[in-house]
Structure formats: C-alpha cells, structure tokens
C-alpha cells in the first residue's frame, strides 16, 4: 500500500492546487497523503474536503514543512498532526512568509542589476510561500533559460550572484512550536544536508521525534543509514517524494518514488 508523506502545492512552490493533489495522488493508487507545504497549511483543509468528496479513499495528514537554519545549514523540519488553531506556530510562518517576500524584493533587486528582469507575484500571507523555484520559473517563462536547474546553478544556489539567505528558525525553535501544536517533528532530507554528520547531531541535540528515511534524494545506501540511524535513538521513520510537479525535476508524477505503508506507519498512525 503506497502513500507519500512529503508534497507541495499551489499554497507554497507546487504546481498543483490541493484538490489536484488529492486527485492525483488517488488516480496513482496512494492511500495516505501529507500536503506538507513550505510554512503553510493553508492548503491542508482544501486537501481534506475534496479527498472527503470523493469518498474518503484517501487519508490527507496535516502537514507544514519549516524552514531552520543550524550554523551552515539549511534543515528543513516536517510537522505532522499539528492543530492547525495552535497560535503561536500560525502567527510563526506568517512571520516566516512575510520575510520571504522581502526576501523575493532583494533576488528581483539582485537580478535587475545583472540584466534580468522579471515579475514574480509577491506572497499572500494566507497563501503561497513565495521563493527561489518561483524566481527560477519566471526566469525560463522569460527566455532567459531553458529550465529550472539552470537558473539555480547559474544564479540561485547558495552562493549564487542572485542568492539572498532566507530568516529562518532554530531546528530547536521548530520543534518546540511543533510539539506545542500537538505534532510530530520530522528531520527532513537529511542526505541533503552538506555535513553528513549532522544529521546525528541534530536529532540527539533537539526533541526530534523521527526522521525522513525515504525520499529522492537517499540512494539504497543512504536509506539504510538513515533508517539505522532511526532504529539507534529510537525514532519515527517517514518518507515522501518531496513532489513540486515541476517537470524537469524528480519526481515528475506522483507515485514514481514509492513509499510502502508499512515502513512510516509509525508517523501514519500517530493520530
């Protein structure tokens, strides 16, 4: 029985709205699905009524994925069964979402004075979390390149002549707004993170309550490390596609990167 516990939509960098999500992640055969978008669950509920219209086939967790920032790092964090009436998280990724936006004015200001010019719609704070795939789109819709990875790998990436550095939480900041909410926090991709020790330092340093063993970018290999490294402080295993339905990037469609039931049932039958 498949499921995919990591996607986005239209409410942060997807390209699928909620509903769009849930009828395709049906029409792939997946039971359980997390609409996990980027400090936003704006979206859950849209993903909820319309999988209840279609008969409850599929399960819809409440999802949000936070952005943290540990020394170097990006660490992303996964939150699941959070009360999405939990103030102190919800007034947390406003905040989160209005600095993206002033975030989105600098890359603008950035790629202007290199000789790139665009518009990019700014955020809502009820909606979308506006960011560098938005800037990379509007980039190729203007001709300037041919897909999406160009544009990071020229312009975008850590470092990059356009990079802007985002605000973001504490990993320990996160999970204390997560556990508050009456959720679980998940370390996300921890293969993409660039020191390969920190993910065993991040999970015994901060309450994390599991890790994301499956997702595109952990090879056979890296799942099994990840997955001992779970079994070792006793934590929750996830996994999901982390799908953006972008086409030039991985997975494509929903139900390509396959995540088995039985492996995350621990996050799946929390609540």
């Known amino acids: 029985m498949l499921v995919d516990l990591h996607t986005h939509s239209t409410f942060s960098d997807g390209r699928y709205t909620p509903a769009q999500l849930v009828r395709e992640a049906m029409a792939k055969g997946l039971k359980v699905l997390a609409v996990t978008d980027h400090d936003s669950w704006n979206g859950v509920e849209e993903a909820q009524k319309e999988a209840a219209a279609l008969g409850n086939s599929l399960r819809v ?16 964090v996964l939150a699941y069964h ?20 002033t975030r ?35 980039l190729v819709a203007k001709g300037y390149f041919e897909n999406v990875q160009e544009v990071f790998d ?36 921890p293969s993409e993170l660039t020191d390969a020790s920190l993910p065993e330092r991040l999970v015994t340093t901060f309450d994390f309550d599991g890790i994301e063993v499956y997702h595109p970018s952990a090879d ?10 779970a ?11 982390d799908f953006h339905g972008i086409p030039d990037r991985f997975p494509k469609e929903l139900g390509i990167f396959k995540v088995e039931w039985q492996n995350v049932a621990g996050v799946i039958q929390y609540k």
């Not at 890359?107 to 909606?127: F, Q, R, S, T, W």
């Not at 079994?231 to 596609?241: D, F, W």
């Open 61 to 76: 967790i409440t999802g949000v994925e936070l952005g943290t920032q540990y020394a170097d790092d990006s660490v992303h």
């Open 82 to 101: 959070v009360r999405m009436d939990y103030a102190p998280l919800l007034a947390k990724m406003n905040e989160m979402r209005h600095a993206r936006e």
């Open 104 to 138: 989105l004015l600098k890359m603008l200001e950035k790629l202007h004075n290199l000789g790139y010019d665009i518009e990019v719609e700014a955020c809502d704070p009820k909606n979308r979390a506006v960011g560098r795939p938005h800037v990379a789109k509007a």
């Open 154 to 189: 020229a312009l975008l990436r850590r470092g990059g002549p356009a990079y802007v550095p985002q605000p973001k939480l504490s990993p320990e900041e996160a999970v204390e707004l997560i556990h508050g909410a009456g959720g679980i926090a998940i370390l996300a991709h």
């Open 220 to 229: 056979e290999a890296a799942q099994k490390k990840w997955l001992a490294l």
């Open 231 to 241: 079994q070792k402080y006793n934590l929750l295993v996830s996994g999901g596609s």
